[in-house]
């Protein structure tokens, strides 16, 4: 695969929203992302870190501001145009498309086909990337299980083989993790670091781990009650007082032993 580092990038400018029956705004917020960046969000429940994720893909419409993704306002792209710039990566998805988990991998790779060759009924990968995919993801052997049937992490992993297959070039993660054991979270994000390094990708990723997150993210932002209110190195950020006051946790900051990046731990 050619690397994509030099089109990938993420601009926020001033982008706030309301959340409809709240009194609470999200944001302002204005920040951007280098290209071949791994940044994770973090912050407590409630904080605001999924709707920033569900705006930047264009899943909600800012009040105000802009989201600019590789030089261009994503609320001017098509679908298919912003499924060439960004991958998302949800939570859950919910779906009553009784959908293989080959066929779910497969619609990541529908933004790369022209109109005509979708009429045509072509293939949107070849088969080799397929398999690659699957097996990458660990979904190999769930193929042609139904995607209704999969449990929480077996869903997860299909979900981040479909965002891959898209190759775009911004990858957004709403905490990946959630319901993988630790084997496979660690596969899960080890994959994603390894594209990071590779300069195939430009990763945002909602977190709710500090044990880990610091093992995995270059940049971390914080985010509380909407606002965005620290963001740094990982090294820098997880030992600030203000993680201690806005989680009311007294961590411990440490050093992994082996990789030497960051760590908190409970007290």
Same mark, same amino acid.
């Given at each position: ?27 302002? #917020? ?9 940044? !994770?969000?973090? $912050?407590?429940?409630? !904080? ?16 105000? $501001? ?12 098509? !679908? ?133 997150? $610091? ?7 914080? *985010? ?17 007082? *203000?993680?201690?006051? #806005? ?15 960051? *760590?908190?731990?409970?007290?």
């Amino acid at each position: 695969m050619v690397s994509i580092m030099q089109d990938a990038m993420l601009e926020l400018h001033d982008v706030s929203y309301h959340w409809p029956g709240a009194s609470q705004t999200f944001g302002p #917020i204005s920040q951007r992302i280098a290209p071949g960046r791994f940044v !994770a969000l973090i $912050g407590p429940n409630g !904080a605001g870190k999924s709707t920033l994720l569900k705006l930047i893909a264009a899943l909600w419409r800012p009040d105000t $501001g802009e989201v600019i993704v590789n030089h261009q306002n994503v609320l001017t792209l098509t !679908a298919a145009q912003r499924a060439r710039q960004i991958s998302f990566v949800p939570q859950t998805l919910d779906t009553s498309f009784d959908l293989t988990v080959r066929e779910v991998v497969e619609l990541g790779g529908l933004n790369r086909l022209s109109w005509r060759d979708r009429l045509q009924f072509r293939p949107s990968v070849s088969p080799s990337q397929l398999e690659s995919t699957l097996r990458r993801t660990e979904v190999w052997h769930l193929q042609d299980r139904a995607f209704t049937t999969l449990s929480g992490g077996e869903a997860k992993r299909t979900l981040l083989a479909c965002a891959l297959m898209q190759e775009a070039p911004l990858l957004l993660l709403d905490e990946p993790t959630a319901h993988l054991d630790p084997g496979h979270a660690m596969k899960f994000l080890d994959l994603v670091r390894a594209k990071v390094d590779a300069g195939e990708l430009t990763v945002l990723m909602a977190y709710h781990d500090l044990t880990t997150v $610091g093992l995995y993210a270059d940049e971390l932002w914080v *985010m509380d009650q909407g606002q965005l209110i620290l963001t740094g190195a990982a090294a820098d950020v997880l030992p600030h007082p *203000m993680i201690r006051q #806005i989680y009311d946790v007294d961590f411990i900051p440490l050093v992994h032993p082996r990789t030497k990046r960051p *760590m908190l731990i409970f007290p």
